[in-house]
């Protein structure tokens, strides 16, 4: 059978996501163009005509990857609800819960990085972005009044910071902490750094039921928070 043509864009979309999907199955160490061209049936030369060497591919896959993590966060946070809830949305989609496909990529980076300046670059502007998209939300709660926070800026940092540290653990220590616990722990954080009032780390188990962001949240959070479903769009045909 023919194989469909595909525009340089669609081409390059395809490759991205079989890298992604090469580098969840062996890692960046081990990955090689060849894996990402078997995986298409194309030959490893088109894989080098669009993306030079193995480091410049596989950094734009983990950008790839990771700007999907942020079109969700971007959704979450700009939904039209207070800003406690639009928070608590992204941070209980955000924890390290499910299978956690997609932190097992992020730590992959997170190792390669040290070692590969392109990747380093392309994971730090993507952290800055996440942690500037939580800066933001905070900040307008502060000033419409819902909580104090007088250092949104901090409190996006130390959030990340906590919600990656047990990431790195229950992702490299698998049934180390259940789902129910990580949520929990994940809400106290927040309670903790909006000077929220305490016993308000659970929505739903008071008279407030949860709202559909909340909900939308908890089933975020099934897929194994970022990147659950990253780069499992709808395939190309080749």
Not at 7 to 18: F, H
Not at 58 to 72: G, N
Not at 85 to 105: E, F, H, I, N, S
Request: net charge neutral.
């Amino acid at each position: 059978m023919a194989r469909v043509r595909l525009s340089v864009a669609e081409r390059r979309e395809e490759l991205l996501r079989a890298a992604v999907e090469q580098i969840e199955a062996r890692g960046v160490a081990a990955v090689r163009i060849a894996d990402v061209a078997s995986a298409l049936g194309v030959s490893n030369a088109l894989v080098l005509y669009h993306f030079s060497s193995k480091e410049q591919l596989v950094a734009a896959a983990f950008a790839h990857a990771a700007e999907a993590d942020l079109a969700h966060l971007r959704r979450l946070l700009g939904r039209r609800t207070t800003a406690v809830r639009r928070l608590r949305a992204a941070v209980r989609w955000y924890a390290p819960t499910g299978q956690a496909k997609g932190w097992r990529l992020w730590i992959e980076g997170w190792a390669a990085s040290l070692r590969d300046p392109e990747l380093r670059r392309v994971a730090a502007s993507l952290d800055q972005e996440w942690k500037a998209a939580l800066t933001r939300v905070i900040a307008e709660g502060a000033a419409a009044g819902e909580f104090r926070c007088t250092d949104p800026a901090s409190a996006a940092w130390r959030l990340t910071a906590f919600l990656d540290g047990l990431a790195v653990q229950t992702t490299a220590y698998a049934g180390s902490l259940s789902r129910t616990a990580m949520l929990r722990w994940a809400d106290a954080a927040l309670v903790r750094e909006l000077n929220l009032p305490a016993g308000n780390e659970e929505p739903g188990d008071g008279a407030e039921p949860p709202s559909d962001t909340e909900k939308a949240a908890r089933a975020d959070a099934a897929t194994g928070g970022p990147g659950g479903p990253v780069g499992q769009g709808p395939q190309e045909t080749a």
